[in-house]
């Protein structure tokens, strides 16, 4: 009975030591990055850093968190932001933000307030192998408003094929001060739904995420679905993308109660009334030309930076890079 006691007692004790190691470990590791970031002309500051969850979590507790990089202009500060993670898990990282932050940008400043704003990440060795993100209500006030709700934002790593990443998006509702498509009123909520999969030239690290950057090769689009109202638009598509980001492809576009959306447009500014009139008698003779004037079916595609919507030329087409 004794030997049992003493060997509980020095298993124990062995753990307790082991805890100890990885908590100041990882408190020394972060006190240097927020050093290294101080070097490079940061403002990195906080005013506790607190390192818990004895005897099986490592909880972090930042509190009166600033971080302002001067390089792209941007200032984040928040009351506390909190990470956990269980000591036989040290890969496998979850994030909380509180329930309001702010966010400074060289176009103005950005009030967020959330409820249940969580992230996790999942690495091995330097690998990346997936990452989540979620709210229940996500609000952003500024020079831009945005209110979303249900959002859920994942990206994973395929096994089989390590540098090609699942990517997945969906919010039950959106909604914008102003936008191309209209303004949301509380019975007419915006959706959003995207899956696609994106394959690079290499894999993605940690290391990566600080320097030379993995660049796309192909991608596959399943779906990428916008509702509002009783508007719908539905896309999908495959496409090459070479060495200087530009695609090479066929999709297709369908869109439901597309004369909404130019009429959302034209009041809202976006489009004089002069070419709003002149899309809706053009797509209204192509739509005609399906059976369905109120759906509209097109295929359009890339070609070396250029897209094309059917026979018509539309210009060039945005770089698919990652600086």
Known sequence: MKRLFF???AVALL???YWVFQAYSLRNSLEHWFEARQEDGWEASYSDLAVRGFPNRLDVTFT???LANPDNQTVWEA???QMFSLVYTPGHWIFAWPDTQTLGTKDGTYQITSEGLRASLVTEDDRILRTNLEAAILNISGPTDLAMAGLNFGVAAEEETPNRLRIGLSAQ???????ALGPTTADKLDEVTLRTEMTFDKVWTKDALKGDKPQPTRINLPLAEYKAGKLELKATGEWD????GRLDGIGTLRAVNWRDMLDNATSNGDLPEGLAGLLSDSIGLVA???GNKKTLDLTFSFDKGKISMGILPLGNAPKIRFK
């Not at 993308?241 to 200087?244: A, C, E, G, I, M």
């Open 7 to 9: 060997a509980i007692v």
């Open 15 to 17: 753990w307790s030591g």
């Open 64 to 66: 009166d968190l600033v």
């Open 79 to 81: 009351p506390f932001f």
């Open 173 to 179: 509702s959106i909604a914008s001060s102003r936008g």
């Open 241 to 244: 993308v070479d060495s200087k």
């Open 288 to 290: 005609s030309l399906s």
